[in-house]
């Protein structure tokens, strides 16, 4: 399902904790997490195993077992704690809400030491010094600094640094990844000019690909921190001190090196002064509505141009697919009936990855807002076809019958007998699947459009006020499918008053 | 007028016309009659192709068609068609389109198909309708029609397209005994007019009043035939008088 739903649920989760809280039930902060760690002997690290090399990533010789140098230092902290570390993956860019939930102990995965960050849970301090790298293809010149990059299209991870400090200096046509791996992959596709992201992923990921290459030095250093529930003090404390151990054994240095991190930037962890963070001020979106709504809303109309278009393409090319299934000859209607099937069997995600990531291998290189028409458009083509079939086999045989009988081709049956009667049967199920359709439109942030989901998400990362937020965002949702179903009964009403 | 010569139509493997031969004349009222199952709807579905039949040959106004695969060429469509043109069908179960008004039942196929003028063709159906009785009626839907005026307006749209034959097939057998009567009425003045008319009905009387000959069929041949007299009075056959008597009692 889609990002949508996910997040309502991490909302009302939220909202769920906000009424313990106030209410009192359960003492948040009694317990330390710590404790609760040694009493299981396990310590649970969240990270983002896709496309998240040399972090953490699945051994290319070995797929079953994970490395990467976040692996190793977990082990190697956990071990200092007096206990095993086990890596639980969840989304990169939900780290923190999914740490607040409780789904794991701790955050180790490049997670950016900023104020942000630490004004929403506690950091502890630096275990690994990055820099920010602009990669571009090998023949592209003079990208080498962010000001270059102005009105340019640049790939940035969503939610990362990168991200940020490329908004703050603005001007640059942003196209927000999921990953990493997709990124380098569409600035190769030529969808993209350059992507900036942090040092290591760049050297792992761009660096040993001979299309690519680094355009300028590393710039804007800074610090990755564990991320930790700030009632977890006594925890924080302990990771603190078992990464000064860590970096005064070498054991940092050793697990750096082994993976090709080690650079002499890691020297200025020794110099990192913990910064006293404001602490954060509540941001109710619900009352500073003026400010994101209309933020929102531009997600939305992208919302409404992508359901609309790709529905508008669903229905005829379901006419198409369902025309040819019926009445084609032999290979053409297998074909046809080939396609529904596989389309309905296969998930939108790998349809839409394979229309945009895969398509630009054998040469054809659609933008994105093309292909999540395309995706959607086509997927949803295959149950029209099949919402139209229902409609056209529910028409009794006599009425073809007598449509042949007065002289009338097979093509005239259909125009002027039997489709006009279906369509009053395939109303409903079609607008069904409009509505569904907008919701189902914010799958397509994998493929970097910005629509509605996509906005809020990006909103709730900054202001974390998920309530106010997805509050607003299912009320637009709303406001745009409930006048579609008011429009689809008085659609229905109005072609059926004839019947009886 | 209408030619048919060893007419063999089998469903899976049970065959349930056994080589029909058929001759009739221009303005002549044929009317089939005989038990459930021997046939007689099947042998009219094949005239106008509704049904692919196995064999043989159908020749109406002068178009012939030699059966025995669907049509492949546009040639052989157009044939069809040509055929299906001359052959006007009434329906047992009326099958008007429940989406048009009466009135639109009836210009729907000469303006789709002949490309007639749309003012010509609603000129055209008003006359029918009033032909049928039901001049009042042109702009109700089916739902809003008996049993009777759909049939009623189901003729008029078959008659709409000018046909040399009309094709009958059981068109009372769905009706109210009170409502047969106003469909039979139309049928039995189509006929005085000269139409060339090829009936299924189980209405003996009705036989008996308007046809010129009566085919008695009997699993899947012509058993007998002959005039309303030879059939009705003096059957030859003892299958023919059992029906008879059978259909009588009923």
Known sequence: MSNF??????????????LFFTVGLIPLDAADGLREIQRRGLLLWGADAEGGAPYVYPDPQKPEQLIGFEYDLADALAAKLGVKARMVQNQWDQLVPALERGNFDIILNGLELTPENQRRIAMSQPYFVYAQQIVTRRETDGLTGMTDLKGKPVGVLSSSVAERLLEQIGGVDLRHYPGNVESLRDLKAKRIEAVLMDLPIALHYAQPDPALKFSGAPFAPGYYGIGVRKQD???????????????????????????????????????YRAETVVAQKSVSTLREWPKYLPLLLR????????????????????????????????????????????????????????????????????????????????????????????????????????????????????????????????????TNDFIAMFKD???????????????YGMLAMSTYDYIGLGLMTAGIYFALSYPASLFANWLEGRLSHDHR | MITV???????????????????????????????????K?????????????????????????????????NHERELQRQLRLRAGMVFQAFNLFPHLTALENIVAAPTVVKGLPRSEAEARARELLGKVGLEGRAQAYPAQLSGGQQQRVAIARALAMEPQVMLFDEPTSALDPELKDEVLRVMRQLAEEGMTM???????Q?????????????????????????????????????????????
Request: hydrophobic share 45%; glycine share 8%; charged share 20%.
């Open chain 1, 299 to 430: 997600g939305a109309v992208t919302t409404v141009e992508l359901s609309v278009l790709a529905m508008a393409l669903a229905v005829i090319a379901g006419l198409f697919v369902v025309l040819v299934r019926l009445y084609a000859v032999a290979p053409l209607n297998w074909l046809a009936k080939a396609y529904v099937e596989v389309i309905r069997g296969t998930p939108l995600l790998i349809q839409l990855f394979l229309l945009y990531y895969g398509l630009p291998e054998i040469g054809i290189r659609l933008n994105a807002f093309c292909a999540a028409i395309l995706g959607l458009g086509l997927n949803y083509a295959a149950s029209e076809a099949e919402n139209y079939r229902a409609g056209i086999q529910a028409i009794p045989r006599g009425q073809t019958e007598a449509a042949l009988a007065l002289g009338m081709s097979r093509w005239q049956t259909l125009r002027h007998v039997v489709l006009p009667q279906a369509l009053r049967v395939v109303i409903p199920p079609v």
């Open chain 2, 198 to 204: 090829l009936v299924v009905t189980h209405e003996m």
């Open chain 1, 5 to 18: 739903w996910r997040e309502l649920r991490a909302c009302s989760c939220g909202l769920l904790a906000l």
């Open chain 2, 5 to 39: 010569e060893n007419l063999v139509k089998s469903y899976n493997s049970t065959r349930v016309l056994h080589g029909v031969c058929h001759a009739q004349q221009r303005g002549e009222a044929v009317v089939l009659i005989g038990p459930s199952g021997c046939g």
């Open chain 1, 233 to 271: 003090a006594l925890l924080l404390a302990a990771l603190n001190q078992a990464i000064q151990d860590l970096a005064a054994d070498h054991t940092l240095e050793r697990i750096y090196r082994k993976y090709g991190v080690w650079d002499e930037r890691q020297a200025r962890l020794k110099d």
């Open chain 2, 41 to 73: 709807s099947t042998f009219l579905r094949c005239l106008n192709q509704l049904e692919t039949p196995d064999s043989g040959r159908i020749t109406i106004d002068g178009v012939t068609i030699d059966c025995g695969h669907p049509p492949g060429t």
């Open chain 2, 206 to 250: 009705f036989a008996r009043d308007i046809a010129d000959r009566v085919l008695f069929f009997e699993g899947g041949r012509v058993a007998e035939s002959g005039t309303p007299e030879q059939i009705f009075s003096a059957p030859q056959q003892e299958r023919t008088r059992e029906f008879l008597r059978k259909a009588t009692v009923r």
């Open chain 1, 441 to 455: 439109s914010s799958i397509v942030s994998v493929i970097t459009m910005v629509e509605l989901t996509k906005v």
